[in-house]
């Protein structure tokens, strides 16, 4: 038998992180839309507080992110609103889905009636007239 090795993956080394200088200069440069800062986060007192940003941009970007917020609860209403619509039309078809179930089934233990009595008419074998309804 031959064993077999398993090769070892060299991993290329580690960038050493960024600066504290690059850090800032890399958010400073960032737009007010960069997924980092769409999202609001209360500051904390454990972390420092960030770059301010011009008050227009802050307001314009609070403005947009309230917007969206506006547009997509109405989004959802109507989405909420339509799925209560096709759930009556579920239930109904529901219901008319049995009572087209029930007539059929009515339907076939009288014609299994139908066939019995006919047999004992004409002379066959006794067949016991028992209605069968499943």
Not at 47 to 53: E, G, I, S
Not at 94 to 105: D, F, N
Request: charged share 30%.
């Amino acid at each position: 038998m031959t064993s077999k090795a398993k090769k070892r993956v060299v991993l290329p080394t580690r960038p050493e992180p960024p600066n504290t200088e690059q850090i800032l200069e890399d958010v400073q440069r960032a737009q007010p839309n960069d997924p980092v800062f769409v999202l609001l986060v209360e500051p904390s007192e454990d972390l420092p507080a960030p770059v301010r940003a011009r008050p227009e941009a802050k307001r314009e970007r609070l403005y947009r992110l309230t917007q969206s917020y506006v547009e997509m609860n109405h989004r959802l209403q109507k989405a909420c609103s339509l799925l209560k619509e096709k759930c009556e039309e579920l239930k109904l078809a529901g219901a008319s889905l049995e009572q087209g179930i029930l007539e059929m089934k009515q339907r076939d233990a009288w014609q299994t009636l139908a066939i019995q009595i006919g047999d004992t008419r004409r002379g066959g074998s006794e067949v016991p007239l028992i209605c069968r309804i499943a």
